[in-house]
Structure formats: structure tokens, C-alpha cells
């Protein structure tokens, strides 16, 4: 399986930017995963951003609530994150997650290869 982001890069403080998160390669339906957003900061640990599961129920960690969005393509099997009101401590390593579980196969669980989003002051 293999999830591919795209979208960070450099942004100024109180600007958006969008994130995205392509995945192929899975046995199972794309809309049977629940698909995350979380991001490393330089020493702290990894955190959830966003969640969305197969029944498109949102979570949001604390920090982001309001400001960012969360949402999911099954089609196209993608899955976005809408940034806005971005602030220097969102500057951090973004990846996407997948999480599965299946009858079969038991949990499964992929993460990508993170991207670069730096908010600059």
C-alpha cells in the first residue's frame, strides 16, 4: 500500500494551504479505511490533526479545531486537509495515515512518506 502527499511547502503566517493524500495498492476498498492527517513538529511527538472514518465522522485534535477541514474522495481515493488561520506552530512534517480492520487480514495500518509544511512568520 502506498500513501502519497502532496501540497506542503512554505506558507505565510495567516495563510492556507491545502494537503492531500493519495493511496493505492490496498486489497480492501479505499472507503472501508479510516484516513488521517497527523504531523510531527522538530522534538515533540507525532499528533493527530484529523481523522475522517469510512462513515465520514470527523475528528479534529485540539489545536486545529476551526481551522482546519477534513475530507475524503472515495472515488478517487484521496483525502484532504484544508488549512486556514495558519500560525508558526503548525510548521511540522505532515503524513497520512490509513487504518483498516478486517475479518481477514486483522488491523492494518500505512503511513506516508510526510510532507514539509513550514508557516513562516
Known amino acids: 500500500v502506498l500513501l502519497v502527499e502532496s501540497g506542503g511547502g512554505l506558507v505565510q503566517s495567516g495563510g492556507s494551504q491545502r494537503l492531500s493524500c493519495t493511496a493505492s495498492g490496498m486489497i480492501f476498498s479505499f472507503s472501508l479505511y479510516t484516513m488521517a492527517w497527523y504531523r510531527q513538529a522538530p522534538g515533540k511527538e507525532r499528533e493527530l490533526v484529523a481523522s475522517i472514518d469510512s462513515g465520514g465522522v470527523i475528528n479534529f485534535g485540539d489545536s486545529v479545531k476551526g481551522r482546519f477541514t477534513i475530507s475524503r474522495d472515495n472515488g478517487m481515493k484521496t483525502v484532504s486537509l484544508q488549512m486556514n488561520s495558519l500560525n508558526t506552530e503548525d510548521t511540522a512534517v505532515y503524513y497520512c495515515?490509513?487504518?483498516?480492520?478486517?475479518?481477514?487480514?486483522?488491523?492494518?495500518?500505512?503511513w506516508g512518506q510526510g510532507t514539509q509544511v513550514t508557516v513562516a512568520s
Open positions: 495515515n490509513a487504518v483498516g480492520q478486517f475479518f481477514t487480514s486483522g488491523r492494518e495500518e500505512y
